[in-house]
Each structure stands twice: as structure tokens, then as C-alpha cells.
């Protein structure tokens, strides 16, 4: 399995941008992908998860009406589209795949095998 994160870049306050994550590998749509992200000097934190097969999605608080993640099956890419984007969102995001991802799960990190490339998110004026 595969992941290729992409669509990171330089935004002002306010602003949005549109995340990709192209998933190669699973032989079907039973598994989960998620973004997670790191801001320097803090701990890795769960940005958003969707399960692939029947499109249930999270969100943790901080991005709730703010972020949407979305699944185009037919091209096996996960989509997070952030809006009202601000400094707070700066950091690193990276998507992770794995099967057998329990819904009260998602957040945690430990349980996903497959990782992508980290893409630079930074809300700046």
C-alpha cells in the first residue's frame, strides 16, 4: 500500500485549500484514511477520518464546520477540503490508511500501518 499526500501550500487567514490523498495497495473499500497533523514543537494530532467503504466521516473539534473530507473511489483519493483556514492550522499534515480501523479509534495514530508523505500547510499574511 501506497498513500501520496498532495495540495499543501501557503495561504492567508481566511483562505482555503484542498488536500488530496491518492491511495494505491487496497484490493477493496474496506479501509479508513485520515489526516493527521504536526505543528512544530507540538504533538501529532488527528485532523479528520473517513471510512472509504461507506463514507462515515470524523472530525475532531478544532475543524468541525470548518474542514470536509471526502472520497472519490473510482481514483481511490481522499479529499480534505479546509476553509476559514487560520495559523492555528499550520503544521504538517499527513494521511494514513489502514484496515480494521474501529470508529472510536480513528484519532489514534498507533493503529494505522500505512502513512503518506507529509504536505506543508502554512496560514500566513
Known amino acids: 500500500v501506497q498513500l501520496q499526500a498532495s495540495g499543501g501550500g501557503l495561504v492567508q487567514p481566511g483562505g482555503s485549500l484542498r488536500l488530496s490523498c491518492s491511495a494505491s495497495g487496497f484490493t477493496d473499500a474496506d479501509y479508513t484514511v485520515a489526516w493527521f497533523r504536526q505543528a512544530p514543537e507540538k504533538e501529532r494530532e488527528a485532523v479528520s477520518g473517513?471510512?472509504?467503504?461507506?463514507?462515515?466521516?470524523y472530525y475532531t473539534d478544532s475543524v468541525k464546520g470548518r474542514f470536509t473530507i471526502s472520497t472519490d473511489n473510482a481514483k481511490n483519493t481522499v479529499y480534505l477540503q479546509m476553509n476559514s483556514l487560520g495559523p492555528e492550522d499550520t503544521a504538517v499534515y499527513y494521511c494514513?490508511?489502514?484496515?480494521?480501523?474501529?470508529?472510536?479509534?480513528?484519532?489514534?495514530?498507533?493503529?494505522?500501518?500505512?502513512w503518506g508523505q507529509g504536505t506543508q500547510v502554512t496560514v500566513s499574511s
Open positions: 473517513i471510512r472509504v467503504r461507506d463514507g462515515v466521516t
Open positions: 494514513a490508511a489502514d484496515r480494521g480501523i474501529w470508529s472510536t479509534s480513528w484519532h489514534l495514530g498507533i493503529f494505522y500501518n500505512y
